[in-house]
């Protein structure tokens, strides 16, 4: 790929984009230009499938194929610099473990397939349209990926994770009737999500009023209830979501602690990549979690307090109101009886 770049000098950087790649741009290249970026667009696209982390980018730049744009050259200078710094890097595949996954283990099934899906809501400042990632790990190794520019401009971001759920969802159906006609087993399917509002939408029976919906949650829906499809939905947390890796333009921490949660090594010495990553991300992880629990103890003894000292003020403000009402009670019918005695003693 070096050998075919024709664009000059590339400078080695840490991530494969940023959060520029999606901003509109009118200028063209020549035609002679035109040609050697989409044959080296080509080279990356086929390089993507074996490296999760530049899938995104390949697939921005290569949205740029049919009008090539200087702007898109730039990225794929981008690009080319942060595969010249990270070229020996791959995907590492262990001795599978009987139904475990990366993040389930089944009770019932040896081979277990984990569906990632996320979505990053209307990011293109150009068209709008959001932007959906799968990624499927069997037995907890990274099997395929695929990011894709969604056809639709979805009106919220649960109906752009429903979008996402849906193609993820195709794509792991299609992978699991292959693995199990070449395997002659039965596969155990979950599906991951980070929308709490997706996943209930696809839980509920029916589709509501989401009606311009309809064609896909009840296609999910009936997976979903089917017992011969052996599939399930659950939610993954947004930290741990290794499918954000497709969606957007990712920091540096950020791509590498996922990086490490698929297993990327560095070929030559056969170190995970990202490690001191992964660990601070766990760190936080385990840090928020362990303030929401504190928080959900703590609020409700808060409010149990809060009840108690209101019943104490009022107890306060009630004996309050007797003690004024008898030191009231008493002043008046001490004058009262002292004036009629000295009514009766003048007039006698």
């Not at 969606?247 to 297993?263: C, Q, V």
């Not at 004024?324 to 019918?333: A, D, K, L």
Request: hydrophobic share 40%; charged share 20%.
């Amino acid at each position: 790929m070096q050998h075919a770049w024709n664009f000059g000098q590339v400078r080695g950087q840490t991530v494969p984009c940023d959060a520029s790649i999606q901003v509109e741009d009118v200028s063209e290249l020549s035609a002679e230009d035109a040609s050697w970026f989409r044959s080296i667009v080509g080279m990356c696209l086929y390089l993507s499938r074996d490296r999760p982390d530049i899938m995104f980018t390949a697939k921005e730049v290569a949205s740029r194929m049919s009008r090539p744009t200087l702007a898109g050259l730039q990225h794929l200078k981008k690009l080319m610099g942060y595969l010249k710094t990270t070229g020996e890097l791959g995907v590492f595949l262990k001795c599978p473990q009987p139904s475990e996954g990366k993040w389930k283990v089944s009770l019932t099934k040896f081979w277990v397939l984990e569906s990632y899906s996320d979505a990053d809501w209307a990011s293109n400042k150009q068209h709008r349209r959001s932007i959906s990632c799968g990624l499927h790990m069997l037995k907890g190794f990274y099997l395929f990926g695929s990011a894709k520019t969604q056809r639709v401009i979805a009106l919220s971001s649960c109906e752009s994770e429903l979008y996402s759920i849906v193609s993820t969802m195709s794509d792991a159906l299609c992978i699991k009737r292959c693995l199990e006609l070449v395997l002659q087993v039965k596969i155990h399917q979950i599906r991951f999500t980070d929308s709490s509002s997706a996943r209930q939408l696809c839980n509920r029976q029916g589709c509501g009023k989401t009606r311009h919906l309809s064609g896909k949650i009840l296609w999910v829906q009936d997976i979903d209830m089917s017992r011969t499809q052996q599939t399930e939905l659950a939610q993954v947390p947004d930290m741990f979501n290794l499918s954000d890796i497709g969606t957007m333009s990712l920091g540096r921490k950020r791509l590498m602690a996922l990086m490490n949660e698929i297993d990327m090594i560095y070929v030559e010495t056969g170190e995970s990549v990202g490690q001191a990553e992964a660990e601070q991300a766990h760190a936080s992880y385990t840090t928020s979690r362990n303030v929401s629990k504190l928080a959900k103890i703590s609020f409700p003894l808060g409010q149990k307090l809060q009840q108690q000292q209101n019943m104490d003020n009022a107890m306060n403000q009630r004996s309050m109101r007797t003690t004024i009402h008898f030191r009231f009670g008493f002043s008046f019918c001490f004058w009262l009886w002292g004036g009629l005695l000295f009514a009766v003693t003048a007039w006698m």
